[in-house]
C-alpha cells in the first residue's frame, strides 16, 4: 500500500464540509500563502503512514460519518502534492462507504488532480484572488495553473465548492467580487462560494518557526466585512455556500 507524509489528524472534526470528520492534513505545500495559519505544513517532511494504517482507523469512526452525514476529509498543506497515496486513501475509503471530501488549493500538476477526481465526493477549492497580480502578491505564485485545474473540478462528476478567504485591504473590493463572479458564472454548473474571514490563528506558528507574519498589520475579517462581500456575490447571481 502507499504511503504518505502526514501533519496531524483530527478525528472528531466539526467546521469541514458537514458532519463528523476524520480531518487528515498532509504535509507539504509550495504555495507559501501570506496568510496561511498552518505555515508548519509547508516542508515536505512529516510522519509517514501508509493507507491502512489510516483505514484502520477510519473504521473505528464510520458510525460517526453515517449518523452525521460525515466522512473523511484530507486536507494540507497540499494533499495533491501526493497523489498516489490520496488516490488509494479514497478507493478504499469508497470502498467501506465513506464519504471523501478534498481540500486543495489546486497549486499542482493537471496530472496530479486527475488522479484523485475520480474517487473524490466534493472539492473544497480554495481561490485565493482572481487578479493574476494580486495573486502573485499573496503567494508568490501565478494562478494560470490553478485556474486550469479548477476547471478540471468542474468538468469532474465530484460536487465542487469554491472557498475564499476574505482579507481586508487585499482581496475584499468590489472588483475582487465582480472578478470571482464572472469566474464563477463562467462554469457549466453551478458552483457555491464559501467566504471565510481571514483571523490571526496562525500568527503564533510564524513566531515558532522564526518567520515575521507578513500581514502582520491586517486586521481580522468582521462579520459586517464577510457579508457585505457575500451580498455583492449574491446580487450576481453567485450561490453562498
Not at 500563502?33 to 503512514?49: A, I, S
Not at 495533491?80 to 489546486?106: C, H, M, N, W
Not at 502578491?137 to 478540471?152: F, H
Amino acid at each position: 500500500m502507499k504511503t504518505g507524509y502526514i501533519h496531524s489528524i483530527e478525528t472528531l472534526g466539526t467546521v469541514d464540509n458537514g458532519g463528523i470528520r476524520f480531518v487528515l492534513f498532509l504535509q507539504g505545500c509550495a504555495l507559501h500563502c501570506r496568510f496561511c495559519h498552518n505555515p508548519d505544513t509547508w516542508l515536505k517532511r512529516g510522519k509517514q503512514v501508509t493507507v491502512t494504517e489510516i483505514l484502520d482507523q477510519l473504521k473505528d469512526y464510520k458510525p460517526f460519518f453515517e449518523l452525521s452525514g460525515g466522512g473523511l476529509t484530507v486536507s494540507g498543506g497540499e494533499p495533491l502534492l501526493q497523489p498516489g497515496f490520496v488516490r488509494e486513501l479514497f478507493i478504499e475509503a469508497g470502498k467501506l462507504g465513506i464519504d471523501r471530501a478534498l481540500d486543495t488549493s489546486g497549486f499542482c500538476r493537471h496530472g496530479n488532480i486527475q488522479t484523485v477526481l475520480p474517487y473524490t465526493d466534493l472539492v473544497m477549492f480554495s481561490i485565493k484572488v482572481v487578479d493574476e497580480e494580486k495573486h502573485r502578491k499573496l503567494t508568490d505564485r501565478g494562478n494560470a495553473e490553478i485556474l486550469e485545474n479548477l476547471q478540471l473540478a468542474v468538468n469532474s462528476a465530484a460536487k465542487l465548492v469554491i472557498c475564499y478567504v476574505l482579507i481586508p485591504t487585499l482581496n475584499d473590493s468590489f472588483t475582487d467580487a465582480q472578478d470571482l463572479s464572472r469566474l464563477v458564472k463562467s462554469f457549466s454548473r453551478e458552483v457555491p462560494v464559501q467566504v471565510l474571514p481571514y483571523h490571526k490563528m496562525g500568527t503564533i506558528k510564524w513566531r515558532q518557526m522564526g518567520l515575521s507574519d507578513p500581514l502582520d498589520a491586517i486586521s481580522p475579517a468582521t462579520p459586517a466585512e464577510v457579508q457585505s462581500f457575500q451580498d455583492h456575490l449574491g446580487t450576481a447571481g453567485i450561490q453562498i455556500y
